[in-house]
């Protein structure tokens, strides 16, 4: 049984559901899980493994995940990591989008490696957005909606313990 921290970014709320799912997950194969925003994380010590996530909007990372790994750099590259980002790239179903996603991940989580990675669906909710928001996503004709595929969240948080070996 290993401790896990999962640790999050969201402006919004959609990356902290995928985050307490992929807990969840965790926790029921076995595991000790925290699910935490990264913010408010101080220490490592006392985690076996680290998942980490972040949302993407309108084509920007959040910073948080990189002040993350800059932060707590030290403690992570003696663990296991793990990152997914939230976007609408799998939506568009370009691989052009999907993979600008995965590269900003990388970035964000660089130089540690991780063992597992993802892009995950999100959801975009215009009643959450500022008047600008709503006019860019109108301009830019993005999908409006809940694209979030628990049956994918969780599929691949089983996969997280043999990856991470824990």
């Known amino acids: 049984m290993a401790h896990i921290l999962v640790a999050y970014a969201s402006k919004k709320g959609s990356t902290t559901e995928i985050a307490q799912a992929i807990g969840k997950e965790l926790e029921a194969s076995g ?47 003696k663990l ?30 660089a130089p540690l490696q991780p063992v597992a990675e993802t892009v995950f669906a999100g959801r975009l909710d215009p009643s959450k957005l500022s008047w600008f928001q709503n006019w860019m996503i109108k301009k830019a004709k993005s999908p409006i909606g809940d694209f979030r595929d628990w049956t994918a969240i969780a599929a691949w948080a089983r996969e997280l313990p043999g990856k991470m070996k824990v």
Do not use: W
């Open 80 to 109: 296991p990591v793990a990152g997914f980002i939230v976007s609408l790239a799998p939506v568009t179903k370009d691989p052009v989008d999907r993979e600008y996603a995965q590269k900003a991940l990388r970035a964000s989580l």
């Open 31 to 77: 595991h000790i899980v925290d699910v935490a925003d990264m913010g408010t994380v101080t220490s490592l010590t006392g985690y076996n493994a680290v998942v980490i996530g972040t949302p993407m909007y309108m084509g920007k990372m959040m910073s948080d995940a990189g002040k993350f790994v800059r932060r707590h750099y030290k403690g992570l590259e």
